[in-house]
């Protein structure tokens, strides 16, 4: 459930940011798809050591 709420989290924070830079369409696509597996990674990593800690 963490690395799905990152990966949205990720996916918007990363078009925003790219809209701010003055990025296009294809532009922000890529941000977001960055954003995206770079928090799901996040997410994973804390997944494993909640499940490890438990």
């Known amino acids: 459930m963490i ?3 990152l990966a949205i989290l990720g996916l918007a924070l990363g078009w ?5 830079a003055g990025g296009n369409r294809k ?3 890529q941000w977001a ?3 995206m597996l770079a928090f799901m ?3 994973l990593f804390a997944t494993i050591l ?3 800690m438990a």
């Open 27 to 29: 532009d922000r696509v």
């Open 41 to 43: 990674l996040v997410g």
């Open 16 to 20: 925003m940011r790219a809209g701010r």
């Open 3 to 5: 690395v799905i709420a």
């Open 33 to 35: 798809l960055a954003h």
């Open 50 to 52: 909640i499940d490890r």
